[in-house]
């Protein structure tokens, strides 16, 4: 994979100018990777919205099972992707009919055809990064 989705200039927009995230695979289990990054940022002023099937409602937001359920009057600008990879590539299509303006893929996640999909529809990518190392390299 290439440096392509790591672009320190979008990973520094989307972490400095963004206000909402959506975390697709967030559910209120705070032994879970996606608990704490969700949690980080909600704590450094991001509104954060848990996409989950559970619809259990997680850090005080209510949940969605789906990005097609989150209301149509709410711009998510960035889609955290906290799915397996084979599953990332769906999430990706949603958040692009969605109408979001970013997708984001923690490490270890990577699906570089729907990255390419994204890219074309005009959504930002980052993909094989962790927000909490970025926020904390920030410049």
């Known amino acids: 994979m290439s440096d392509r989705y790591a ?7 989307l972490l400095g100018d963004s206000r909402v995230w959506a975390f697709v695979g967030l559910a209120d289990n705070p032994h879970r990777t996606v608990y ?3 949690m980080l940022l909600q704590h450094r002023g991001k509104r954060i919205i848990p996409v989950h099937p559970a619809r259990e409602p997680v850090l005080g937001e209510p949940a969605y099972a789906s ?3 989150v209301p149509g009057d709410v711009q998510i600008d960035v889609v955290g992707v906290y799915r ?5 590539g769906g ?8 109408g979001a303006k970013a997708v ?3 490490l270890g996640v990577i699906d570089e055809a729907a990255a ?4 074309a529809a005009g ?3 980052v993909m094989d990064r962790c927000p909490a190392v970025e926020w904390s390299l920030r410049r």
Do not use: G, M
Not at 7 to 13: A, K
Not at 91 to 98: G, K, L, S, Y
């Open 36 to 38: 704490d990054q969700a």
């Open 7 to 13: 672009d320190q200039d979008v990973i520094e927009r």
């Open 123 to 125: 959504l930002d990518v």
């Open 116 to 119: 390419e999909r994204a890219l």
């Open 104 to 106: 984001w893929l923690p």
């Open 84 to 88: 397996r990879s084979e599953h990332a």
């Open 91 to 98: 999430v990706i299509d949603e958040a692009i009919t969605r």
């Open 67 to 69: 990005l097609t359920d």
